[in-house]
């Protein structure tokens, strides 16, 4: 298998990662008034800044989630969602990058929503 390389390497993760979320019973509820035409490109350019170091990302992440009643089971879920999507389409150092950058992501959320 390949490695994460290009935009459109994203776009693909992205966006069978998000058709996993948004199919789940426990993490669906938590998307239903997202607009996914404008909320999958905006992961999308989230994960090639973090990857790729594309330029211009500016909002802060873990402040997007603080509103949100997320749970420790809601993470578990999400991570394993994206660990199996990664870990089906890419191998190689960013791909595992992708994997825990996500796991330090939720952890941190998680932390700040659990106080």
């Known amino acids: ?40 490109p905006q992961m999308i350019h989230f994960w090639c800044f973090a990857l790729l170091d594309e330029p211009g990302y500016t909002t802060n992440v873990v402040e997007k989630h603080l509103h949100m009643p997320l749970k420790a089971a809601n993470f578990s879920t999400w991570l394993a969602y994206f660990n199996e999507t990664i870990d089906t389409l890419f191998s190689g150092e960013k791909a595992e990058a992708s994997k825990q950058r996500a796991a330090v992501i939720g952890w941190t959320i998680q932390s700040k929503v659990e106080k």
């Not at 459109?8 to 996914?36: C, H, M, Q, R």
């Open 1 to 40: 298998m390949r490695d994460i390389q290009t935009r459109a390497d994203i776009e693909e993760f992205i966006t069978l990662f998000y058709g996993k979320v948004a199919k789940d019973s426990d993490l669906s509820p938590f998307f239903v008034n997202i607009e996914w035409e404008k909320h999958l």
